[in-house]
């Protein structure tokens, strides 16, 4: 397993060792005692979740505000997406900047995501399956998220934009300066 430190404090590219033969391949997905070792993280995973997206799909930019923050770890199982991330911890020198990763069934690269961050992530295959673990229940009443064409972030999306799929939710969420002017995250 090889592990990538992100530009953003906190945040890992995870790349797993595949083995493949003739029938086809293995990976160990998740090692928490590797992931210790390798990021001094130490983590408890509670819970699996999983979607399926049509292409041109996007979620997010979510996060929960605290104390039911969530560390997340991501894969996608099939197809290809991007994911990105924002630092919106206030303290922080990376706050406000944003990383993108390309996550497919061919790369089996995955992203842990500290909390104190916004994830979004956009479908770029026919259709994608996308598995995360969260260390923190779903609370709906702390669910919040970032506007994912916030002009001041302005994060560039691999495909064109004209057509996203995106959740009525998702369309309305706070700009990046509202969210700035009282954050979540220190």
């Known amino acids: 397993m090889e592990i990538e430190k992100s530009k953003l404090e906190g945040a890992f590219l995870i790349k797993p060792r595949v083995f493949k033969d003739t029938r086809g391949f293995f990976i160990e997905a998740y090692n928490a005692q590797k992931f210790k070792e390798a ?8 819970q699996d979740n999983e979607s399926g997206s049509f292409k041109g799909s996007l979620r997010g930019l979510h996060f929960q505000k605290p104390p039911y923050t969530q560390a997340k770890l991501v894969r996608v199982i099939k197809g290809v997406v991007q994911d990105v991330i924002v630092d ?25 995501i500290p909390r104190g961050f916004a994830h979004a992530f956009l479908t770029l295959s026919e259709f994608g399956i996308f598995n995360y673990k969260i260390d923190n229940m779903y609370h709906p009443p702390s669910d919040s998220g970032i506007k994912w064409d916030d002009p001041e972030l302005a994060i560039k999306w691999e495909m064109h934009t004209a057509n996203l799929l995106l959740s009525q939710k998702d369309a309305s969420l706070q700009s990046f300066r509202e969210y700035a002017k009282k954050p979540d995250f220190e």
Request: glycine share 6%.
């Open 39 to 46: 990021t001094g993280i130490e983590v408890d995973f509670i």
């Open 88 to 112: 919106i911890r206030s303290s922080s020198p990376t706050f406000g900047q944003w990383e993108s990763y390309i996550l497919s069934e061919d790369n089996k690269h995955q992203l842990f």
